[in-house]
């Protein structure tokens, strides 16, 4: 089994909906991380948390909250979709040590 | 705040040829650098993580350098294989919050 895994993998919806994806670790790391890929741009961190009372804004938050459920799940809503979120998004961990970060195997998102 | 670069973004070679990717950052007070590979419609895979302390890190046919002084790692790929074929990314580690940042990749096409 996936050590990170994102429900759903694929979803198209309308500007105006509110999404939510989710992320599950098994891997028992306190560090969780949300990011979007956009074809030429690389990926930028959207949120990041540290432990479960700890949720921090990254490089591009805005139209984006996370939640925080328990150390192993961390959650990315968007309120209100609009089409230029449409993207990839991964969420990932990391340990304290050596900062390796694991990827889940992403979420692609349409928003029409 | 950390910039990275990937040049070329993309590159296509014979198989069994010897590469060099090629990955530039603007702040050189990282705490880290890793290089990832993400195959069509897939996560990201965690290839090698080189220390601030380190100059190089191996692993099979792929080894990653780091020169800190002058902002720049390489990832090396000995006799190139088919299954090569992806897209690469570096990532530094640096700030505050030591947050990753990732370069926009190179895709790699490794023909038979």
């Known amino acids: 089994d996936a050590d990170v895994t994102q429900t759903p993998r694929n979803r198209i919806t309308k500007t105006g909906k509110r999404i939510m994806l989710e992320c599950s670790q098994t891997k028992g790391h306190d560090r969780m991380y949300w990011y979007r890929q956009d074809p030429g741009l690389g990926l930028r961190l959207i949120y990041y948390s540290f432990d479960v009372k700890d949720i921090n804004k990254g490089e591009i938050s805005d139209g984006y909250s996370v939640s925080r459920q328990a150390q192993a799940k961390f959650s990315l809503s968007l309120e209100s979709a609009i089409p230029n979120q449409t993207a990839l998004y991964f969420c990932?961990?990391?340990?304290?040590?050596?900062?390796?970060?694991?990827f889940g195997p992403g979420t692609r998102l349409t928003v029409l | 705040k950390q910039e990275v670069t990937q040049i070329p973004a993309a590159l296509s070679v014979p198989e069994g040829e010897n590469l060099v990717l090629n990955c530039s950052f603007t702040?050189?007070?990282?705490?880290?650098l890793q290089w990832f590979r993400q195959d069509p419609g897939k996560g990201l895979t965690s290839l090698l993580l080189?220390?601030?302390?380190?100059r190089e890190q191996t692993s099979g046919r792929l080894n990653a350098s780091l020169d800190k002084s002058s902002g720049r790692s390489t990832l090396y790929i000995a006799a190139s294989q088919p299954g090569d074929s992806a897209t690469y990314l570096c990532a530094a580690r640096s700030g505050s919050a030591r947050q990753l940042t990732f370069g926009s990749g190179t895709q790699l096409t490794v023909l038979p």
């Open positions: 702040d050189s007070a990282i705490y880290n």
């Open positions: 080189i220390q601030s302390s380190q």
């Open positions: 990932a961990t990391s340990d304290l040590q050596v900062y390796t970060q694991y």
